[in-house]
């Protein structure tokens, strides 16, 4: 495994929520349909029946916000990996904070539910009395339902065993080295739900507007370390929430620089580009070069003493005849040659920052999720990613 792929994981846990919710349908069949003489339904292999619900799915909207609002915890830092999210290892507690929160939000959430899942079941059958027949036939059992409703999350480190085919290893880098994707994706989803909602034929917005720049900008900071071109990116956002005025709405230029950005944020690839851009642009910093230019203008006139002379001979100063102008140029350019921008500019910043690695609390009481998932465990990739075909989304 190469040391950037090590370093990446060195700097994320993964984040696994799941949240079960009862779905209150069951196969709608033949038998429940009542049709009118001479007519049939189609077979099998050309169209299937639907659903049918059991009772108001109102009553569990609750369960699907809370889901959501739990991937949206999550993403605000991280980015999807592996059927979880990876979150940088810094941002582990406050997210495992907010997650115990949502746990309990749940509970509260799933007691109320079936204390009136009967009453619920009974208004359903009340406001479909014809169908109350195929209605009753198909309901849970209370004690059914309870075990349908869950919610735990927990918190890993990701590691690689020990021996690992070389198949294998290149799977995981394959996976880590998409993550940068992943982030810039994630950002063009929220961008253009920005320009949409917000500010698309917009000739003022109010302050409310600067929350989703700032949630992006503080999200590709975190995640920084995916790409180099992250870095110059979250400097133009910064330039540009410092210009905003402190006070009453936001109109004008600064408002068509904030249209402009949430433009570019809004396409992955013009982003990279951009951020690609700037670090090409940047001048490079040599540090010893004013050193050894004050050294060469403090150094003393040049004296000659002919030996074969009763007396010295004091010679003019380099620097003071005009004939020697030019006796320097060119000594120092092996020190004032600017050092190119190299691939591994990403890889020399990150190493000078502190990493650290979450402690796996192995006495942890797993059937507590507030106590087992606040301590990161360890796992080894190659094992099968759960699918997770949950729908995103934003808020403003």
């Not at 582990?92 to 309990?104: V, Y």
Request: hydrophobic share 40%.
């Amino acid at each position: 495994m190469s040391h950037e792929t090590q370093m990446i994981l060195d700097r994320v846990v993964l984040v696994k929520v799941e949240a079960n919710i009862y779905g209150a349908r069951k196969k709608l069949k033949k038998e429940d349909l009542v049709l009118a003489d001479g007519s049939k339904l189609p077979p099998e292999d050309l169209a299937s029946l639907g659903s049918k619900r059991l009772l108001d799915p109102d009553k569990l909207t609750v369960f699907n916000r809370l889901k959501k609002e739990a991937e949206r915890i999550c993403l605000r830092v991280g980015t999807r990996f592996l059927g979880g999210f990876a979150v940088p290892v810094e941002s582990a507690a406050s997210i495992t904070a907010e997650l115990e929160r949502i746990a309990l939000d749940f509970a509260a959430a799933k007691t109320e539910f079936i204390a009136g899942y009967d009453a619920a079941v009974t208004d359903w059958v009340v406001r479909h009395p014809e169908f109350a027949g195929i209605i009753e036939q198909a309901v849970d059992s209370v004690e059914f339902v309870s075990t349908r409703l869950s919610f735990d999350f927990l918190v890993v480190s990701v590691g690689l065993p020990d021996s690992l085919p070389p198949a294998d290893i290149a799977r995981l880098e394959s996976k880590i080295g998409s993550l940068s994707e992943q982030m810039f994706y994630e950002i063009s989803v929220e961008a253009n739900q920005l320009i949409e909602q917000s500010l698309l034929g917009k000739e003022q917005v109010t302050r409310n507007a600067l929350r989703p720049i700032r949630r992006m900008r503080d999200k590709l900071d975190g995640l920084g370390f995916l790409d180099h071109r992250v870095a110059p990116v979250v400097s133009t956002i910064d330039d540009l929430l410092a210009r905003i005025p402190n006070k009453g709405a936001i109109e004008g230029s600064i408002l068509q620089e904030i249209l402009a950005t949430a433009m570019l944020l809004s396409d992955p690839d013009k982003t990279r580009r951009h951020g690609e851009g700037l670090l090409a642009t940047q001048p490079p910093v040599v540090e010893e070069t004013e050193e050894v230019i004050e050294y060469a203008e403090s150094e003393p006139p040049a004296v000659l003493i002919v030996p074969t002379a009763p007396t010295p001979v004091i010679a003019e100063s380099a620097t003071d005849s005009p004939d020697f102008t030019d006796l320097f140029d060119g000594i120092f350019d092996d020190e004032l040659e600017p050092e190119s921008a190299s691939d591994d500019w990403a890889l020399e910043v990150l190493l000078d920052k502190n990493q650290t690695k979450l402690v796996t609390d192995s006495d942890a009481d797993e059937s507590n999720p507030s106590e087992h998932s606040a301590e990161p465990a360890t796992v080894t990739a190659g094992d099968n990613e759960e699918a997770d075909d949950s729908d995103q989304d934003y808020w403003f």
